[in-house]
């Protein structure tokens, strides 16, 4: 099966590697044709544009920023619309708003294709160890055509029936994570204020109901409050945030604790930390 895949960046690079190392024919295309290199040297092909990317595939993956992002790989003459053939697939697999979604799968649908939204649950590490969570919704052919590919991208993958779900499902999963990690960082720095031992502090939590593998990865880091190597940036949780908030406000649901964490993670942002690691807002309360 021939696979295209669009957008290389930390988590891109590494699902696209991944289907490249389990015998996938792979073209390839990023803004950014430097980030295209490794794969190419890895046997991967590179295209011009999303375009060529899609006139070469029958299925292509975009795994994208933001929604702005998301469509501006798929529009114009030079996007991936562009270049789909009837009958081929196109999976976004960017954390996106219901919406952008659903027009994308309405813009699909009148070029004959195919259309499955796809986000995933992980960062960095879980993307090169192939086991994200992935969230697919969309037109059931398509899922199970992709499935095989989506195998070397996830360990646990959903269908979530119409388009627009997954998205949804993923803007409720990332609130929950950003109000965790806040809460963490709250926590070590009231054990830092209130002269506790921050590693006991963290083996205590790690040793009863709220042992998590996000404490676990997080905790020493924030302890540290030095460096925030970026496995999933901070800007991207703010953005998904604001998308959740916007959600929660369609759909008549108050987010009042997630109002909250939003507001951190914006002053977090005008303080620079945009490109760090989410675990960053810590500062923001220390």
């Not at 933001?66 to 996007?79: F, I, K, L, Q």
């Not at 195919?114 to 059931?140: N, Q, W, Y």
């Not at 609130?175 to 006991?200: F, K, N, P, R, W």
Request: charged content about 20%.
């Amino acid at each position: 099966m021939s696979i295209g895949f669009i957008g290389l960046g930390i988590m891109g690079s590494a699902m696209a590697a991944n289907l490249l190392k389990a015998g996938f024919k792979l073209t390839v295309w990023n803004r950014s044709e430097d980030k295209c290199r490794p794969l190419a040297a890895a046997g991967a092909d590179l295209a011009r544009s999303p375009r060529a990317v899609a006139e070469a595939s029958e299925i292509v993956f975009a795994m994208m920023a933001t929604p702005e992002a998301a469509a501006a790989v798929r529009d114009g003459d030079s996007g991936i619309l562009a270049g789909l053939r009837p009958g081929a697939g196109y999976v976004d697999m960017s954390t996106v708003d219901a919406e952008t979604s659903q027009e994308s799968a309405r813009l699909v649908h009148q070029r004959g294709a195919l259309f499955l939204e796809a986000p995933v649950a992980g960062s960095r590490k879980p993307a090169e160890d192939a086991t994200l969570t992935i969230m697919a919704a969309g037109d059931r052919d398509l899922y199970d055509l992709s499935l095989p590919a989506m195998e070397k991208m996830g360990k646990k993958i959903f269908y979530l029936g119409n388009t627009g779900n997954a998205a949804r499902m993923k803007l409720a999963n990332n609130l929950v994570m950003g109000g965790m990690l806040t809460a963490l960082s709250e926590g070590v720095a009231l054990a830092a204020g209130s002269d506790l031992d921050i590693a006991q502090f963290l083996e205590v939590l790690d040793s009863g109901a709220l042992s998590n593998p996000m404490f676990r990865l997080k905790g020493e880091m924030i302890a540290r409050n030095g460096e925030f190597p970026t496995a999933f940036p901070l800007k991207h949780m703010q953005k998904d945030l604001r998308l959740a908030l916007r959600l929660a406000e369609a759909v008549g649901q108050p987010l009042f604790a997630t109002a909250i964490v939003n507001e951190l993670f914006k002053k977090a942002l005008a303080q620079g930390l945009g490109d760090a690691d989410f675990a960053a807002v810590s500062r923001v309360i220390r």
